[in-house]
């Protein structure tokens, strides 16, 4: 009983919602507001209508009010620009967003809206290495619309030039493209930015590279320092403030032009490097300047042009006889009561022979118009090859002028086929002013030696010998003599003759001091011969008049 209650009340309440429902009575529902939509196109294109209703010509008709969705298409070549749209009888607006809705409702039920195309044209935008343009690539633009471009260089480039359809517009960081009625192209160049450090020197060295040089941005340069034979580096200015005696100097991380400037000091009182062939260097024997690379040390210090012991373009001393040469400077003024020191670079190859002294390279010097002193020497009791540089103290006293020579004498004719001794970057300088890291050389010992296989450096050759005419000449075979002295005695040591003239080859017309015929019979030549200032004697000879 009391589940039919239930369920009884339940049917009484959905009958009452059911009648409040119903309209009440004499009342007739609105008729249903039938709308419209016509749908234009201008130039080529296609409009999709959703929904699509009754369509009639370019009318599309609805029964009630309804939200159109339109979707404008453009043809090949055409782009949609925008909608005209708005109720019958209004001004349309302009819209354009596509795809776009419209709701016909029963206050404004017809509607028109027109789909605007136009042609479209395309714009090629490129841009070389260093930079960018935005946007890049193919870009289409509306007839009569416009395109602005942007353009970035990278980090340390900048634009070098913009071309428009082939044509330099600058170098323009935007461009714009306006009332677009044709395709176009633009095309961005970049370079990278440079500085330019400008390095000079003063007289007594170098710095290298030099002149202006130019730097990328971001980039490092380094320089080199180098004073000239007899300078050193006095100072080196950055942008005009000092860094110091520095022998080299690296701008990092360049982002500005810059200077560098270096200054010299001479320190020595007399160079001398042989690039100008050294004319006021005398030169005996087999000295020369020249330039030959004859297998030194790796570590050979010498320089370009160089004076050399040895045959001309021949690394090689061996001429089949004995040698014997001197290389001496000019007579260089230096000051009074100084200690200076004589400094130069060497490369010997010669023979290494610990039994006896051969192939002596040995170094003199003179103050005033004294005496010459040997101050260094090696032989072939030295091994060899070396090279290196050498430090000589010299002392010069109450003397004001110094004269130094290097000698080399090869004392025999064989294993000589060597390629000799190199000098190069004589200098002298005071002792205070010697640089770092060059050790003086100890004083030299002259120390008793075996010469037992010294040959003659020179032969005295007698012509005719026999004498059987009036007439015999003397001659010099070995060097370059630079006079020649001869005396002839009896077997009873009496002067018979005595002469002396310049050059090599003297002339005796075997008359006696009192101006007569000498007598058959043989006779002792004594001769002495002038090389390099100093008076060398001449194995004895004998000769024999014949009459």
């Known amino acids: 009983m009391r589940r039919m209650r239930k369920y009884g009340l339940l049917w009484a309440l959905g009958l009452l919602g059911v009648l409040l429902s119903l309209p009440a009575w004499g009342q007739v529902p609105p008729p249903p507001t039938p709308t419209s939509l016509t749908v234009t196109i201008e130039g080529a294109g296609a409009v999709n209508v959703v929904p699509a209703g009754v369509k009639v010509g370019d009318k599309y008709h609805y029964p009630n009010p309804v939200t159109v969705a339109l979707t404008a298409t453009p043809a090949e070549g055409w782009g949609f620009k925008?909608?005209?749209?708005?109720?019958?009888?209004?001004?349309?607006?302009?819209?354009?967003?596509?795809?776009?809705?419209?709701?016909?409702?029963?206050?404004?039920?017809?509607?028109?809206?027109?789909?605007?195309?136009?042609?479209?044209?395309?714009?090629?935008?490129?841009?070389?290495?260093?930079?960018?343009i935005e946007p890049s690539g193919?870009?289409?633009?509306?007839?009569?619309?416009?395109?602005?471009?942007?353009?970035?260089?990278?980090?340390?480039?900048?634009?070098?030039?913009?071309?428009?359809?082939?044509?330099?517009?600058?170098?323009?960081?935007?461009?714009?493209?306006?009332?677009?009625?044709?395709?176009?192209?633009?095309?961005?160049?970049?370079?990278?930015?440079?500085?330019?450090?400008?390095?000079?020197?003063?007289?007594?060295?170098?710095?290298?590279?030099?002149?202006?040089?130019?730097?990328?941005?971001?980039?490092?340069?380094?320089?080199?320092?180098?004073?000239?034979?007899?300078?050193?580096?006095?100072?080196?200015?950055?942008?005009?403030?000092?860094?110091?005696?520095?022998?080299?100097?690296?701008?990092?991380?360049?982002?500005?032009?810059?200077?560098?400037?270096?200054?010299?000091?001479k320190i020595a009182l007399y160079t001398e490097d042989f690039a100008d062939g050294a004319p006021d260097w005398t030169k005996s024997g087999l000295w020369h300047i020249c330039e030959e690379a004859c297998g030194w040390c790796t570590n050979a210090p010498l320089q370009g042009k160089y004076a050399h012991y040895a045959i001309p373009n021949k690394c090689s001393y061996d001429t089949g006889r004995r040698t014997l040469g001197y290389l001496t400077s000019p007579v260089i003024t230096v000051p009074a009561n100084r200690e200076l020191v004589l400094i130069f670079d060497f490369a010997r190859v010669v023979e290494?022979?610990?039994?006896?002294?051969?192939?002596?390279?040995?170094?003199?010097?003179?103050?005033?118009?004294?005496?010459?002193?040997?101050?260094?020497?090696?032989?072939?009791?030295?091994?060899?090859?070396?090279?290196?540089?050498?430090?000589?103290?010299?002392?010069?006293?109450?003397?004001?002028?110094?004269?130094?020579?290097?000698?080399?004498?090869?004392?025999?004719?064989?294993?000589?086929?060597?390629?000799?001794?190199?000098?190069?970057?004589?200098?002298?300088?005071?002792?205070?002013?010697?640089?770092?890291?060059i050790p003086l050389a100890e004083e030299y010992v002259d120390e008793v030696e075996s010469l037992d296989e010294e040959e003659p450096l020179f032969v005295l050759t007698v012509s005719p010998n026999p004498v059987t005419g009036r007439i015999v000449v003397f001659g010099v075979?070995?060097?370059?003599?630079?006079?020649?002295?001869?005396?002839?005695?009896?077997?009873?040591?009496?002067?018979?003759?005595?002469?002396?003239?310049?050059?090599?080859q003297l002339t005796w017309d075997t008359l006696d001091a009192t101006g007569k015929p000498v007598a058959n019979g043989v006779y002792l030549v004594l001769a002495k011969v002038k090389v390099d200032g100093e008076w060398l004697s001449a194995d004895l000879q004998k000769i024999l008049i014949l009459r």
């Open 82 to 132: 925008a909608w005209r749209i708005g109720p019958v009888g209004e001004d349309p607006a302009t819209r354009t967003e596509n795809p776009i809705e419209v709701n016909l409702t029963a206050e404004k039920p017809d509607w028109q809206a027109t789909a605007v195309f136009v042609r479209t044209y395309t714009i090629t935008a490129t841009a070389g290495p260093g930079g960018k």
């Open 138 to 265: 193919t870009v289409t633009v509306l007839e009569g619309g416009s395109q602005t471009f942007t353009i970035t260089p990278d980090l340390g480039y900048e634009i070098e030039d913009v071309l428009v359809d082939g044509d330099s517009v600058g170098p323009v960081s935007t461009y714009t493209f306006n009332n677009v009625t044709a395709n176009h192209t633009i095309h961005a160049t970049f370079k990278q930015i440079t500085y330019t450090i400008t390095a000079t020197a003063g007289p007594g060295g170098k710095i290298e590279p030099s002149g202006t040089v130019t730097v990328p941005y971001g980039g490092s340069q380094t320089f080199t320092i180098t004073p000239n034979l007899g300078y050193e580096i006095e100072d080196v200015l950055v942008d005009g403030d000092s860094v110091g005696p520095v022998s080299t100097y690296t701008f990092s991380n360049v982002t500005a032009d810059h200077t560098i400037h270096a200054t010299f000091k």
């Open 352 to 437: 290494f022979y610990a039994r006896a002294t051969r192939d002596r390279t040995y170094v003199q010097y003179r103050l005033g118009k004294g005496s010459w002193r040997t101050a260094w020497s090696l032989s072939s009791r030295n091994e060899a090859p070396n090279c290196g540089t050498i430090a000589i103290p010299i002392k010069t006293g109450r003397y004001t002028t110094l004269q130094v020579r290097f000698v080399f004498d090869s004392v025999n004719s064989y294993n000589n086929d060597y390629p000799g001794w190199a000098v190069d970057n004589v200098r002298i300088l005071p002792k205070e002013l010697v640089p770092a890291g």
């Open 477 to 504: 075979d070995g060097v370059a003599a630079e006079a020649l002295r001869v005396e002839v005695y009896d077997l009873g040591g009496r002067l018979v003759y005595k002469a002396e003239t310049f050059g090599g």
